[in-house]
């Protein structure tokens, strides 16, 4: 049974390594380019939560590439950024309408 398994295990890490090897005849495998981000993101409107869940970032060899993650979390915060301020603006309009309308009541 030892030789057996012996056997066994020795044909398997022949095998093994001829498919990993492949012969040594066969040509180098290319280098395959790296993937390059498209930016779903739109440009005529303001982004919205389907676009930032159906945003998928190209994986490099160690993870995100952090030049194309930079560029989408930049246009992600100015977004937010520009409408923080437009719900800030909005806001301070809206205490101030009824400050008027109180003002023009008691002038009547």
Known sequence: MFWFLLITMVVVVAAVTLAV?????????PDAA???????????????RGDVEAL????????????????VLDRLAAELAERDARIAELEAA?????????AEGDER
């Not at 060899?61 to 952090?66: C, E, L, N, T």
């Not at 809206?94 to 109180?102: I, T, V």
């Open 94 to 102: 809206l205490a101030g309408a009824p400050a008027r309308d109180a």
């Open 56 to 71: 998928r970032l190209p994986v490099a060899a160690r993870g995100y590439r952090m030049e194309d993650v930079d560029d």
């Open 21 to 29: 090897v492949g012969g040594g005849d066969s040509e180098v495998l």
């Open 34 to 48: 790296p993937e390059q981000l498209v930016d779903p993101l739109p440009l005529s409107r303001p982004v919205d």
